[in-house]
């Protein structure tokens, strides 16, 4: 169903965001506060993904960039919107609709801020359904939709088109390239396509789980419920469908490196009571990637791994984790659509050389203690 | 000797310290007056112990006055704030995330211009001066009086900072200037943010630590006086008039620092039951573990260090209703009786059960008229204080990192409703003088120095960039007044920046040592 969006609504997205950033994503919060700027006492329209038309023209934006720049480098405000016109011009057609690229952190927002610039409508889909680190590692590639031609902008009102063909790889490579003369933040529209297509490759429906999550996680909290049992039940009737608590307790090491341009590492979990010496360790590439309890994979890539506070139930980022941090680490089912052999070969466990075979988390988790069952 | 005060909101704490040891305690009422205050408590110090004033060393005050200042909006001087990062940061002028009500009690005029770099240090424009000029101008025109300019990337370079403060300081030569690569760290709102508290404050900052030094040389101590800042370090007095903010969270980082050092434990988990919460936190090498999230203060996003505390509804004044529980047991709190405990408890003669008139009634405590609880059910009494331990049990279990044990020292003047053994079966350390933990923290406090910026680490380069890093913290610590025999470096934190080659690296350090004082 489509509906209009108003700045009430953002904080609730914004905690959702960064749930679904799974680590990483950048901070939802910057992307709030440009939303809210821009919008005033307005509102923007959000396209349910069924309402739109075969032959709409449908852009992705997006920032990409390191996320420790983008808290400190904060947009002019006309990148957004030079970058749609850039990408407008090259491909001679006039956009119809944008569309996030990742629900989870910063870009969740950036459509957002490009409606509310410019009056056209928002998609109420993304091609990840989470956030990925490389912009290749998306539903619409794995589809079939090719990345190129691909616009950037900066600050300064420069702008850039890249046109790799069908090697999407490559594109990525020179964007990130052009991305660090910029200063190590751009804004992007890539994987421009149609409307049919974008009902073919796209998550649907991840701007409302978004706020829907994060709604769950505000009033978790001002009911003093259990966070993790109001995730749970909103998660069920979606088509993620399963969330699974995976452990509970404190953070007692932590390692990162910094790896082809990716914060990498790890950290470890300890359970809190002295009794229980089972731990949890968490692998990461910006994004967490995998869980293992014990030496036992509980959850992987593309399903989502999200690190939140034990007591407040706010989500952590991966460049948050700290010594000594209580928090409980949740598995989130994806949808279907991300668990098909060419979504797998996108951004499966092997897309990030895991050396472990993708198992939904429903069945890696089945029979074992603390596992969360929806309230009814 | 030293002497340590901890001025809170509802009491003054004065501890007077010398080598290992506290000679002298008091606890009295804070008053609004910072100076009458100050000097009552050190009359009654000097009453109880008398001492010479010219054999005090040092006085180390921790104070709540500034964030209490900026939580009331009070006494704020009309601040301008200018951005150097056009054209990038435009979307979200300084005072964006502000409310309302508190950007208005500081003028609320922020000004973007010209300047700010990149993370590698390339300009993203050239300072503008013409630019600057006709803002100053227009500041001066507003009325502002003090500045807080925050350029981009500052904490990689602060070269336009700096260059700004001229030019403003050149035409506004009264103006309080703060800026920001001295206050915060890596993300601009949130340094930013800081940065204009900081100068909302520096008005004030003058009154009081002018305040401050008239009490102590009123009492004719000539020793220098030092406030306590968050991370339980020292700054001296010129510093404080400057770096107001610096002080915001200091009162729980003196109660951890003082509980540990009166038990002699560098690392412990700390019990500080107060009036209305217990506090709980942990030390680690003899300073306060710190939280990571951001930390909001009167509403403003900032990205201070503060200690990280688990806050429990239980102190003294809790409300204790006998049958309040689901079960039909008692329950403790999270409603407290505050300040008007003197009035409100039943071993006041008042109308209301507090967990202080449980802990009399145990006999752990001798307040007030024990004889009005003497006939207080023993049930109850068992029950309320099983509960107290239960809480506080789980609370340092939910603190502690590892399964190592872990010494739990208790202080605050609440701390009598705690058992000797938690549940656990983990020891309780009550060490002398744990009502006045906080003062003797402010007393035993040492002088850091900091580095925290993005280096750019080439191969095999890492332990090099690394090692300039700890030394330059240690030369700040020492330039801030440390012994240099003395100064250490206490804790390395490295953060690799995602997506950018060249190893883009977060470098934190913290280096402290003794406070160097005159023989």
């Known amino acids: ?181 910029l200063g190590g933040i751009a804004h992007v529209a890539e994987f421009t396509m149609s409307g049919a297509d974008m009902r073919r490759t796209a998550i649907k429906r991840t701007l409302t789980l978004g706020i829907r999550l994060g709604a769950a996680l505000r009033e978790a909290r001002r009911d003093h419920r259990d966070p993790v049992a109001a995730l749970a039940e909103v998660v069920a009737d979606t088509e993620y469908r399963h969330l699974r608590a995976l452990f509970t307790g404190k953070i007692v090491d932590i390692e990162r490196r910094t790896e082809g341009g990716f914060a990498v590492g790890r950290a470890r979990f300890a359970s809190f009571g002295a009794a229980d010496t089972s731990e949890l360790e968490l692998t990461f590439q910006n994004e967490h990637l995998v869980a293992e309890v014990d030496g036992r994979v509980v959850c992987t890539v593309p399903d989502l791994i999200c690190v939140l506070d034990a007591e407040t139930g706010e989500p952590i980022t991966t460049e948050g984790l700290r010594y000594g941090q209580r928090a409980t680490v949740i598995g989130i089912g994806t949808p279907p659509v991300m668990r098909t052999e060419q979504a797998l070969a996108a951004f499966g466990p092997a897309a990030f050389r895991l050396g472990t075979e993708f198992r939904p988390v429903e069945e890696l988790t089945a029979g074992t203690a603390g596992t969360a069952a929806p309230t009814p | ?124 424009s050239e300072l503008d001066e013409d630019e600057l000029k006709r803002t100053v101008e227009d500041i001066a025109a507003r009325g502002a009086r003090s500045i807080a300019i925050t350029s981009v990337f500052s904490p990689v370079t602060a070269e336009f900072e700096q260059r700004a403060a001229e030019v403003v300081g050149a035409m506004l030569p ?88 009166l038990s002699g434990l560098a690392d412990c988990a700390v019990v500080d039951v ?53 079960d039909g047991g008692p329950v403790v709190g999270p409603d407290s009786v505050g300040f008007r405990l003197g009035s409100e408890a039943l071993v006041f003669g008042g109308p209301t059960m507090t967990a202080t008139d449980v802990a009399v009634a145990a006999g752990r405590a001798e307040i007030g008229d024990p004889s009005r609880v003497a006939g207080m059910d023993r049930d109850l009494v068992g029950g309320v204080l099983a509960q107290i331990a239960a809480a506080v049990t789980d609370g340092v279990e939910r603190m502690r990192v590892s399964a190592e044990p872990l010494p739990i020292v208790a202080v605050g003047g609440g701390s009598v409703l705690l058992p000797d053994r938690l549940d656990d079966g983990a020891a309780l350390v009550r060490p002398d003088n744990f009502p006045v933990a906080n003062a003797v923290g402010a007393a035993i406090a040492q002088v850091g120095g900091e580095v925290d910026r993005v280096f750019s680490i080439e191969p095999g380069r890492r332990s090099a960039v690394l090692d300039d890093a700890k030394q330059e913290a240690v030369d700040r610590a020492v330039r801030a007044g440390a012994l240099p025999d003395t100064v250490r470096v206490v804790d390395v934190d490295e953060v690799p920046l995602a997506y950018l080659p060249g190893n883009a690296t977060r470098i934190r350090v913290k280096a402290v040592g003794e406070l160097f004082t005159a023989p």
């Open chain 2, 274 to 326: 107060g009036g209305t919460t217990s506090d709980i936190g942990i030390v680690q090498a003899g300073f306060p573990r710190e939280a990571t999230n951001d930390v909001s203060v009167a509403g403003v996003r900032t990205n201070f260090r503060m200690p990280d505390v688990l806050s429990l509804g239980i102190g003294g004044g809790s409300r204790v209703r006998p049958d309040g529980g689901t």
């Open chain 1, 1 to 181: 169903m489509s509906f209009d969006l108003g700045v009430d609504s953002l904080g609730d997205l914004s905690r959702g965001a960064a749930l679904l950033g799974t680590g990483g994503g950048g901070d939802p919060h910057v992307g709030r506060l440009l939303v809210t700027q821009a919008l005033g006492d307005r509102t923007v329209r959000i396209l349910d993904p069924d309402e739109v038309a075969d032959d709409a023209f449908v852009v992705p934006v997006a920032q990409m960039g390191a996320p420790t720049v983008g808290m400190e480098k904060l947009p002019g405000g006309d990148e957004p919107v030079a970058v749609l016109r850039a990408i407008e011009r090259h491909v001679g057609r006039t956009a119809d609709a944008v569309i996030p690229v990742e629900c989870g952190g910063i870009n969740s927002m950036i459509p957002l801020f490009v409606a509310a610039r410019t009056g056209l409508p928002v998609i109420d889909a993304d091609g990840m359904g989470r956030a990925f680190p490389e912009l290749q590692m998306k539903t619409f590639a794995a589809y079939g939709i090719s990345g190129s031609p691909m616009a950037l902008a900066g600050e300064n009102g420069e702008t850039a088109i890249i046109d790799t063909g069908t090697d999407d790889k490559r594109m990525e490579w020179l964007a990130r390239g052009v991305t660090m003369r």
């Open chain 2, 1 to 124: 000797m030293r002497i340590g005060i901890d001025v809170g909101g509802t009491n003054t704490d004065v501890a007077l310290v010398t080598g290992g040891s506290v000679l002298a305690a008091v606890k009295t009422s804070t008053q609004d007056d910072v100076t009458d205050g100050i000097m009552a408590a050190l009359n009654e110090l000097q009453q109880q112990h008398p001492f010479d004033p010219a054999a005090v060393k040092a006085v180390m005050i921790g104070t709540t006055h500034f964030i209490n200042a900026l939580v009331e909006h009070r006494r704020l001087a009309p601040t301008a704030a200018i951005r150097l990062g056009l054209p990038a940061t435009a979307a979200l002028p300084p005072l964006v995330d502000w409310p309302a009500p508190l950007a208005a009690a500081l003028g609320g005029h922020g000004y973007l211009c010209h300047g700010g770099h990149e993370f590698d240090g390339r300009a993203i």
């Open chain 2, 174 to 261: 009264d103006a309080a200037i703060s800026l920001s690569h001295e206050i915060g760290r890596m993300g601009l709102l949130e340094r930013e943010n800081a940065t204009i508290v900081n100068a909302s404050l520096r008005e004030l900052a003058v009154d009081i630590v002018d305040g401050l030094a008239a009490a102590i040389e009123g009492h004719g101590i000539a020793a220098p006086l030092y406030l306590s800042q968050n991370d339980g370090t020292l700054m001296d007095v010129d510093f404080a008039r400057r770096y107001p903010v610096a002080t915001f969270a200091s009162g729980p980082t003196n109660s951890m620092r003082g509980a540990a050092y």
